[in-house]
T-cell receptor, first 117, second 111 residues
Framework: DGGITQSPKYLFRKEGQNVTLSCEQN?????MYWYRQDPGQGLRLIYY???????QKGDIAEGYSVSREKKESFPLTVTSAQKNPTAFYLC????????????????FGAGTRLSVL | EDQVTQSPEALRLQEGESSSLNCSYT??????LFWYRQDPGKGPEFLFT???AGEEKEKERLKATLTKKESFLHITAPKPEDSATYLC????????????FGKGITLSVRP
């Protein structure tokens, strides 16, 4: 069953702690994305990667880090520098991050809800 | 700066009462307009992509249309299972382009 798997579904962070959110896809997509969703706000782009071993900052990258060592995986680390991490985090992927538009349709995982203890 | 505005923020309909959701955009060189459906606590589900003004797409009770300034999601004879938040996003193309999302419209359909 092809798709995007995010884990865990719920995550709690203690002050000063780094936490890592997992995102795995078996769709053979080149591009992957991380978004943050807050109540009453649109999705905001944190980081994106168009190809393995390469990634770019989005609009709100401060306090976050990513890696893209495998095509299938794009983990997001929320560092202690992120002072307001409570949010719903969404991972997405698309066939390609560039090229024709039909290949840029982004498909989303089920999300991880992060809260601060 | 690219902007996407959705209205109204929330919409309550009676089952069978047709209506439209609006998405207006200010994007330099729009390449595509996307509509998603999001259920509470879940990730967005892709519905439609519109590429050029005048284009229309349909899926069951939903029809999406696009003009040079806005897109509409028309819901015909909605059912309670259509209750969700509907997101639109604009794509401006280019080497480092990205989707710009609106805040969403929360639709509630009463039986």
């Amino acid at each position: 069953d092809g798709g995007i798997t995010q884990s865990p579904k719920y995550l709690f962070r203690k002050e000063g702690q780094n936490v890592t959110l997992s995102c795995e896809q078996n769709l053979n997509h080149d591009a992957m994305y991380w978004y943050r969703q807050d109540p009453g706000q649109g999705l905001r782009l944190i980081y994106y990667s168009q190809i393995v071993n390469d990634f770019q900052k989005g609009d709100i990258a401060e306090g976050y880090s990513v890696s893209r060592e495998k095509k299938e995986s794009f983990p997001l680390t929320v560092t202690s520098a992120q002072k307001n991490p409570t949010a719903f985090y969404l991972c997405a992927s698309s066939i390609s991050g560039r090229a024709q538009l039909s290949k840029n349709i982004q498909y989303f995982g089920a999300g991880t809800r992060l809260s601060v203890l | 700066e690219d902007q996407v505005t959705q209205s109204p923020e929330a919409l309550r309909l009676q089952e069978g009462e047709s209506s439209s959701l609006n998405c207006s955009y200010t994007v330099s060189g729009l390449r595509g307009l996307f509509w998603y459906r999001q259920d509470p606590g879940k990730g967005p589900e892709f519905l439609f992509t519109l590429y050029s003004a005048g284009e229309e797409k349909e899926k069951e009770r939903l029809k999406a249309t696009l003009t040079k300034k806005e897109s509409f999601l028309h819901i015909t004879a909605p059912k309670p299972e259509d209750s969700a938040t509907y997101l639109c996003a604009a794509y401006s193309g280019g080497a480092n382009s990205k989707l710009t999302f609106g805040k969403g419209i929360t639709l509630s359909v009463r039986p």
